[in-house]
Each structure stands twice: as structure tokens, then as C-alpha cells.
């Protein structure tokens, strides 16, 4: 779409604000749009996106939120949309550690959340002040889990950003550099969580001393996974790779669901 953007707006003249605006896929693209627009012409950018997937990694995020600036970026979701929730980090949102506008609550994952429907009904208002601000995932969050606690995960966006924001925490614990190349390494998918996999793996051989976070992250995603009966056995690879694997089936399902309505 970029030549024909690229003409229409060096012909249009009056125009002094561009305003990016999209649901699901449609977010994605105006995302990548405003970002564009940004770099390419010298009007003022907004971007509005409506349970929009995550885009990029934490760089594209960071240089998307400084180059619009947080109070130009209208990050909505309904508090039980799968969407927003996937691809899974590494990918994330922006405004990058910044909040979203949440249109509507929502305990339980629930794939009719993403329909335009609902998020047309719930954005029915002249002032953005109506609606709740909330912090998202951040990845400066120290999220620590233990395993006895694990009966408190639920399959809701919350605990899944809990279980995102433990995740860094551990890996940021065991080593330092570590977020920074398997964010850069690995592109995403299932190649990215043998990697990460792999790792804690040896470090519970090699560091008994963080056996009881990872197995406190591991009995939080099993549960979140509806696997509570699952008790957690030999830190292996095979293991840790297995609650991945079950992780990210659920968020895949419901997230396919959701695309399918």
C-alpha cells in the first residue's frame, strides 16, 4: 500500500493529522502504518488499534512508543480477547511497558471478546477519560512465583501476563545478557522455546538454587494449562519443553477460535 499512500499524501496539502486506525489483523497493519507515516511525512500521527496482535519485538516497540509518543498511541482491548495476548513474548506491545485502554472486564479467555461487535459496543463513548487505563505487560516487572501458590492461576489475561512477566524475571535471574540474545537469536515459535528450554534446563543442573522459581513458573503454567493434576517431576529439558508445548496449545486454540468468529 505504500506507493499509493506515498502519492496520495504528498498531494494532499490540508491535511495536518493522520489518524491509524484498526481491529485485529487491521491493528497490526495500522501499527506498522503509523510507524511508517511517522519516518516518511511531517503530519502529527495517532493510532488507535482494537484487539490488535502484538507486532514486533521490544526494540520495535520501544522506537514505535518514542517515535509517536505514549499519549498518541490508543491501545484498546476487551479484558478477555485472546488476541492481544499472542504472538507470545518476545513479542510485545506498544506502548512498550506502557497502558492499554481496557473498553471492557473479563475474567475467563473468552474467543467472542474479539469480535468487532463487541468491541464497537464497548467503545460507545465521546470521552476517552470513561474508559480505564491499565499497565499491560512490563518487562521490568519482578514476577517470582512459588509453587505452592500455583492454585491461584487461572486461564485469564492476567495470569498469562503473570506468567510472561515470570518468565523474563527468571531468565534476567539465571543470567545476565540472556533476554537480550534470545530475543535477538531465535525468531519466535517453537525453535525459541527449545532454546529457552534448553537453558533452563542446565541451569537447574547446574544452579540447584533456582529450582524452586522454575518449578514455581512451571506448576503456574500447568495449571493455567487446566493440567493441576500434573505434579512437577525432574527439571529436564524434555519436561520443560512438554509445559511449554501445553502453554502455548491452549493460547493457540483459543486465539484460532477467536480468528475463526
Known sequence: MKDELQAYFN???????????????????????????KHNFSHDIKLYTFGAPKV??????LKTTNTLAQENIYRCSNGSDPIPMVPVWPFVHAPYNG??????????????????????KNAESENWDNFSKKRAFNSYNRVRL????????????????????ALVTLLRDVRAGLLNSIQNGIANGLNLYD?????????????PSFNGQLAGLLSHMLVFSGL???????LSYEFIRWVFEKTLAVLNRVARQALSL
Open 11 to 37: 498531494h494532499v496539502r490540508e491535511i495536518s493529522t493522520i489518524h491509524c486506525v484498526g481491529h485485529s489483523l487491521g491493528g497490526a497493519l495500522a501499527s506498522l502504518a503509523a510507524d511508517w507515516f
Open 56 to 61: 514486533g519485538y521490544s526494540n520495535f516497540a
Open 99 to 120: 497502558y492499554e485502554y481496557s473498553l471492557a472486564g473479563g475474567a475467563i479467555i473468552n474467543p467472542l471478546a474479539h469480535t468487532l461487535k463487541r468491541y464497537i
Open 146 to 165: 512459588k509453587p505452592e501458590n500455583s492454585w491461584q492461576a487461572s486461564p485469564t489475561v492476567y495470569w498469562f501476563i503473570r506468567l510472561s512477566e
Open 195 to 207: 532454546q529457552i528450554a534448553m537453558v533452563l534446563a542446565q541451569v537447574s543442573f547446574a544452579t
Open 228 to 234: 493441576k493434576a500434573v505434579e512437577i517431576g525432574e
